[in-house]
Structure formats: C-alpha cells, structure tokens
C-alpha cells in the first residue's frame, strides 16, 4: 500500500529555532506539494514541485521558508527562525492532478 | 483571496438520513473538483472528484454535483453513517495553474446514530 510519509510526526520547538519538516513521497509520483492547516484558513498552498523543479512557492514566506527537493524520494520544508504563528499542522502531498496523496501530517508547535 | 468557499463550518445529521455539503468557487478557469475527506490525526483522503465537462458523477454513496453556471458543487453522502464523521474539504484545480489544488476551509460533518 503505497503512502506519503512525513517526519516527524510531532515537533515542540522554541521560538528562533531553525525547524525541518520531511517527506517521502510515493515513489514515481512526479508533483509534491507542501500544504498547512490551520484552523482559520483550512489547508493552505505553501509550495508545489514538479520533477524536482520547484513551480509555485508564493504561499510561502520567503523570508524564513525554504522548500526543496533534493531528490526525487526526498522533499524538505525548512523554517528558520520559527515562531509561535507557524503552529500548524504541515502536510506533504505527492501524485496526479486526479488523485492526491497525503502524509499523515506534521504537528508544529513553536513555543 | 478565498476562491474556493465552504460557508458551513459544521454539519449535523441523523445516521440513514442524505448529507449534503457545499461548496462555491469563484475562479472560473477551475476545470477539476475533488473532495478529501479526513479524520483527525490524518492527512486527507481522496474522495471523489468531478470534472468540468460533467455535471453529476457517483461512486457508491457518494455523488458530486457541480453547476458550472453557479459556479457551486456539492456532495451527497446517501445514507449517511457514523463512520462518515470526519471533515470534508472542497478542492479545485485547473491547468493553466499548473493544476494545483486549491482547497476551502472544511465543513465538519457529525453523523449521529
């Protein structure tokens, strides 16, 4: 049963920490995308890649956000420094336009 | 900008009865629609999607309607059941965005036995 896999699965950190979420995607899914929930604006777009090349990160705040993909089995989503309004829950999706993937989701909390 | 809208936040209905969840978008170049449904301490699963070209699509229990005109889609869930408690997101993509996808807040629905 193929799946998306995010680590770790929890993440308590101080304010000003450096954070690095990751994700596998599903093997010879070509598109990953980054998404965030929070309670007030559902799952929002943080940065989508397709065959490795980042496409679309302009929901990101560039200023402390970094997504990358360093290869096709591993994607990245760094932030640095953190702080207490990046509490969410991060998610990775890979696969098809007809048909997303999720991971199980990481839970940020920046104290 | 929300352009894709779920105004219920929360649902309530009794175990058998229909669910009925909705949805609006606003962006006119969305040719794609799906549903995820998801439970807590989950990542969203598929669930059903529709597209542009169709205006009714079913899979079991699950049926979408979209209304291009309105620019509105729905899901009914007939019946409903217990196990479908979770919270449904609403999402839309279209190819000239490179087919992301674009999601509404979420409707929580409780089904009650």
């Known amino acids: 049963d193929a799946r998306v896999t995010q680590t770790p699965r929890h993440k308590v950190t101080e304010m000003g920490q450096e954070v690095t979420m990751r994700c596998q995607p599903i093997?010879?899914?070509?598109?990953v995308f980054w998404y965030r929930q929070t309670m007030m604006q559902g799952l929002e777009l943080l940065a989508y890649f397709r065959n490795r090349a980042p496409l679309d990160d302009s929901g990101m705040p560039k200023d402390r956000f970094s997504a990358e993909m360093p290869d096709a089995t591993l994607a990245t989503l760094k932030i640095q420094p953190s702080e207490p309004r990046d509490s969410a829950v991060y998610f990775c999706?890979?696969?098809?336009?007809?048909?997303?993937?999720f991971g199980s989701g990481t839970r940020l909390t920046v104290v | 900008d929300q352009q894709v809208k779920q105004n219920s936040p929360s649902l309530s209905v009794q175990e058998g009865r229909i669910s009925i969840l909705n949805c609006d978008y606003t962006?006119?170049?969305?040719?794609?629609f799906l549903w995820y449904k998801k439970y807590p301490a989950e990542g969203p699963t598929f669930l059903i999607s529709i597209s542009s070209i169709k205006d009714k699509n079913e899979d079991g229990r699950f049926t979408v309607f979209l209304n291009k005109s309105a620019k509105h889609l729905s899901l009914h869930i007939v019946p409903s059941q217990p196990g479908d408690s979770a919270v449904y997101f609403c999402a839309a993509s279209a190819k000239e965005y490179g087919n992301k996808l674009v999601f509404g807040a979420g409707t929580i629905l409780r089904v009650k036995s």
């Open positions: 093997l010879g899914h070509n598109t």
């Open positions: 999706a890979s696969g098809s336009p007809y048909g997303y993937t």
């Open positions: 962006n006119s170049m969305f040719d794609y």
